[in-house]
């Protein structure tokens, strides 16, 4: 029981596929953003800057989770769309072996250098000890974020954008709940509010990998869907690892901004915080419809569907660019309300650099919508190299833009370093898909497992 994607008018199926995706996001962003403003209103902006300060380690862990567990989806999703149950089957064991092994290297590494990351990021002394609570609890609950990643994947691959949604709905609600009675109830700081995310987010993905196993046979696995372990593990590292490593790599970059925001001062990482967390609208919205795309591509490109792959290509940008446009046009006319959504009585300064940012970044949505579109695209149709070599460009331009721009825009330029950023990838991937398609590599080529 799987949704084909293989079958239907690419606009309308990539569509109701990507809604639910996009609900879920938006539902993600809900709830950080509430974190960020139950921390800000009852512990101040010193907490807020704390929280802040620590997101993009963070975030950069979630991009390594998202992309190996992305990568593993895609393998299954070319499965799914072969008609191939037994490899449907062996690439779900795959899937969650690795996964298990991947969660203990990650929180033993993440924990053992939660403070020497927070010295090379200059954090400030006195929100040193806030951020370390949180970022430390964060990471320690790392089981839980790729428990998530893996099923939603999963299930998305499997053609199913509904059921990580609804999970996902009450997971937000009970992390605001969590917030609440951790912060106000029991008084334990903004690592009170770094457990309610763990917690939350473990308890969707116990519910959604339930439900999941009622609704999909293919998830009842059998001892003989591991038997083909090792033979499987190749294609899923080979596809998953890089698409981590590339996810992992380009928030390499972000790190590398938050650090220079870090050395201007308290002020400007709470404004730089506020921004980015409204910023993260468009992000995640984005991220959904490279969801999207990557699921029915995937599918597509293993029923070797080459007419459909650029008829959903194209209604995927068109949906995209028309979402950021309007994205773009709302965050800049209500840039001045982002900053007391977070501190009751921010200061000029704070509101300076929170407004900075957002004018800086919000009229050039367009090229991210594009790059994750074409990233994807290109990514489940076998091609690992050019998202990688992609990743590359964006990491090294937006290291270049931040220290660079910065030494002669100051704050300004930092912020430019991300439009900077995914033009370069932009420019290499466009040119590498319309090359793909029009060479039409054979698809039975496409591997096996």
Known sequence: ?????????PFQVLLRFSLPVIGGNLFQLFYTLA???????TLGADALAAVGATSIIIYLVLCFIQGVT????????????????????RSIAVSAVWSVLFTILLTAVCCLLAHPI???MQTP????????DYMFTVLLGTGATVFYNMISNILRALGDSRTPLYFLVFSSLLNI??????????????GGAAWATVLSQLLSAVLCTVFGRKKFEVLRLKKEDFQEFAAGTGIHLKTGFPMGFQMSVMCIGQLAMQAAVNAIGPEAIAGYTAATKVDQLSVLINNAFGVAIASYVAQNY??????RIRSGVKAGLIQTEAVNIFLGVLIIGGRNLVVPMFIDTPTDSIIHYANGYLLAVAPFYLLMGLLLIVRSSVQSMGNGKAPFAACITELVLRIIATFGLSAILGYTGICLASPIAWLGADLLLVTVYFSMMKARPDMHQMPAR
């Open 125 to 132: 002394d006195q929100i040193y000890g806030m951020a370390y």
């Open 177 to 190: 709940v969590l917030d609440l009675v951790f912060i106000l109830n029991l008084h334990m700081g903004v």
């Open 302 to 307: 293993g029923a070797g569907k080459w007419d």
């Open 1 to 9: 029981m799987t949704q084909d994607l293989t079958k239907g008018k």
């Open 118 to 120: 927070l010295h090379w």
């Open 70 to 89: 992305g990568g593993f989806g895609i393998c299954l999703g070319q499965r799914c769309g072969a008609k191939d149950e037994t490899g449907m089957r």
């Open 35 to 41: 974190d960020t403003i139950i921390v800000g209103k």
